[in-house]
């Protein structure tokens, strides 16, 4: 009532939080664009003076081989960043069409599908992804495979829950009784309503995916060590705890970007989530 | 249509006795027992399902465990080899080898780790109750002040106190546990000598005799106070490193939870015909929102498990993630199994204490 004009911009963005979040995450989208032009040094240039703590010529300070921390952290946000989108899309894409075809087919398939999520959720993520990551072998690309392998099975609960309560209302039966084949119905009515609810988990997960794959690095069982990431490079600041911007920065790197996108899905929830709506409703007709 | 009159549907056309008979007469008259034994086979099948899995991911990958045990010279040496993957079964056919793990696992027996050269039971005894004393401490935590921050999120909508508790419970979950780990060790140990330094109790301490395999139990029945404060300090720093992910968790969860009671008609009822306001909160609205909220704690106890692999790392906690990195990074195949095991097994044991505490605490869902 206060502001008409701030109650013509979607829900989402009258909170300050999703602001905040949508800020912070544009800045790191640019920080992975232009990382070249912004960082002081080459990441990987170990020709600086060591262990030199954060001052005027390097503001995070430099580490144990004389690298520029600072140069690091903004190469660091080209592996997270890039890699936590593309592991949100491919659970998204594997988990969504799995779970849209075991709510709207039922029986075995549903059965097999879902026993496997069970499996795979019986397990804490970190310790299977670790399972994973060291079978396979430390490397980047296998990190993100045990990522995707423990990632997939929440996106086909939620989108098989969401299918099973659509399948059998009225207009996606009709579609089906004018001929619309398996197929089709599931991409022209189903799609469009499970979207909004993936969207919302997808975007609270590219938080999960940057905290798990940073956290399989630090393991060491992600990035090799002269690449420039989040994780191993806290993991190095371990090994010089009383350096602490070794570790401090790159972990509050890793710590903005969860926080940006968490804030960014945590208002989308709010605006799409019915069941907060509907308390919202009835919140309102109380105080009317 | 209520969901009370759905599931009572349901579950009663399932899970109707299949054939008169003493058995069945116990089992109708005990519907507590029937879902138990159900939900114990259940619990039994994924449990298999889990050494499948396990043994499975662990086998069907290109690293070598041989490669990964020896060291570069005897690796050099195919007899040597030849006599390691002899030794422990790894030249037979896969089938073959799950099947002698099975047969051993029903006598109780998990192999034996290629790392320690121990019984990997024996490795689990001393490293899981480690795990539990911290997990389980970080849990209690993470219930009773999570369950207060969302309570009071809720109570306050939209106030000033809702929008703190949400950026407090935000930054909870989006922390990287390793980081925070780091950052207090480096902080309360380091810098400031106020927290103990890694380990479960101070190096001129024995550890007190074993009964629980939990240091602060154990010391406190053997009466040894100077080492009981000491194993509780050492687990303080851990275990509230670990909590600030459930807390957050935990708050988020209990808030959706109560608003979505308060919004009940029958609070509405409660309130208007001039219930207290501490009466309607604790009999009303708390006891139907805790029924989400346990299940979130289940989940919220496999993510402790989780953080326990990062922390364990920094503060030297002999637990079950050190062992867990330690055996999965040699693929040290048989401690890599028990693992999966152990903690398959906590998972459901928490599983079915929620489903039980379900019906402890809201009757609508009570097994009929």
């Known amino acids: 009532m206060r502001l008409n004009l701030l109650r013509r911009l979607p829900r989402a963005w009258r909170r300050p939080l999703a602001v905040c979040g949508g800020l912070v995450a544009a800045g ?91 499996l795979v959720f019986a397990f804490p993520t970190v310790i299977l992804a670790m399972v994973v990551a060291a079978a396979l072998g430390a490397s980047l690309e296998n990190a993100v495979l045990a990522v995707l392998v423990v990632a997939w099975p929440s996106y086909a609960r939620v989108t098989r829950g969401l299918v099973m309560g659509l399948r059998n209302r009225e207009f996606v039966l009709s579609g089906r009784l004018l001929g619309f084949s398996a197929w089709h119905s599931l991409r022209v009515d189903v799609l469009p309503n499970v979207l909004g609810p993936l969207l919302v988990l997808a975007t609270l997960d590219i938080g999960t995916a940057t ?29 010089q705890f009383d350096m602490w911007w070794m570790g401090v920065f790159p972990g509050l790197a890793i710590l903005t970007v969860v926080l940006a996108f968490n804030f960014l899905g945590d208002a989308l929830r709010d605006a799409l989530d019915p069941s907060t709506a509907r308390t919202i409703g009835a919140e309102k007709e109380r105080v009317a | 249509m209520s969901p009370r009159s759905a599931a009572s549907e349901a579950t009663g056309g399932r899970l109707r006795p299949p054939a008169r008979g003493p058995r069945a007469g116990l089992l109708r008259r005990h519907p507590l027992a ?33 490669a990964a045990n020896l060291g570069q010279r005897a690796i050099g040496d195919p007899a040597i080899v030849a006599q390691f993957r002899h030794q422990h079964g790894l030249d037979k056919p896969l089938p073959v080898q799950y099947a ?45 002040v999570g369950v207060a921050f969302g309570v009071v999120a809720a109570l306050r909508r939209d106030r000033f106190t809702d929008q703190l508790l949400r950026v407090v419970s935000l930054l909870g979950v989006s922390v990287p546990t390793f980081w925070l780990a780091l950052l207090a060790f480096y902080l309360f140990f380091y810098k400031f000598g106020i927290a103990p330094g890694s ?26 106070w100077p080492v009981f404060w000491s194993a509780v300090g050492h687990l303080m720093l851990p275990a509230l490193v670990l909590t600030a992910y459930t807390v957050g968790l935990l708050t988020r969860f209990t808030r959706s939870a109560v608003l979505e009671v308060l919004g009940q008609d029958y609070v509405r009822a409660a309130r208007a015909k001039g219930l207290p306001g501490r009466t309607v ?15 979130v704690a ?45 903690v398959g097994i906590v998972y459901l044991t928490v599983n079915l204490a929620v489903d039980v505490l379900y019906g402890l605490i809201d009757p609508r869902v009570r097994v009929q």
């Open chain 1, 28 to 118: 790191w989208l640019v920080v992975v664009l232009a990382a070249p032009l912004l960082a002081p040094h080459d990441p990987l240039a170990q020709d600086l003076p060591r262990l030199a703590s954060p001052g005027a010529g390097h503001w995070f300070g430099t580490d144990e081989l004389g690298r520029d921390v600072l140069s690091r952290v903004l190469y660091g946000a080209r592996m997270s960043i890039p890699l936590a989108l593309l592991l949100v899309t491919l659970s998204l894409l594997i988990g969504g069409l799995l779970g849209a075809c075991a709510g709207f087919f039922g029986r075995w398939v549903d059965e097999t599908v879902m026993r496997v999520a069970d």
């Open chain 1, 211 to 239: 905290l798990l794959l940073s956290g399989l690095s630090f393991l060491g069982l992600g990035a090799k060590p002269p690449t420039a990431e989040w994780g191993a490079m806290v993991a190095s600041g371990t090994q």
């Open chain 2, 199 to 224: 380990g479960r109790i101070a190096p001129e301490f024995a550890p007190p005799p074993d009964v629980t395999g939990l240091y602060t139990v154990d010391a406190a029945l053997a009466g040894q």
């Open chain 2, 100 to 144: 002698t793990y099975l047969g051993n696992l029903f006598h109780g027996d998990l192999g034996e780790s290629q790392q320690s050269h121990q019984p990997v039971l024996t490795d689990l005894g001393t490293a899981v109750p480690a795990t539990l004393e911290l997990a389980g401490a970080a849990i209690v935590v993470s219930l009773v």
């Open chain 2, 34 to 66: 029937r879902f138990l034994l159900r939900r114990t086979l259940t619990a039994a099948l994924l449990a298999l399902g889990v050494t499948l899995v396990t043994f499975v991911l662990t086998n069907l990958v290109p690293g070598d465990p041989a």
């Open chain 2, 281 to 295: 909160l604790f009999h009303y609205v708390l006891r139907a929102a805790l029924v989400p909220v346990i299940t």
């Open chain 2, 298 to 342: 289940g989940l919220a106890f496999g993510a402790l498990l989780s953080g326990t692999v990062l922390v364990e790392s920094i503060f030297a906690w002999p637990g079950l993630g050190a062992y867990a990195y330690r055996s999965a990074t040699t693929l040290d195949l048989p401690a890599v199994m028990g693992v999966g095991l152990v």
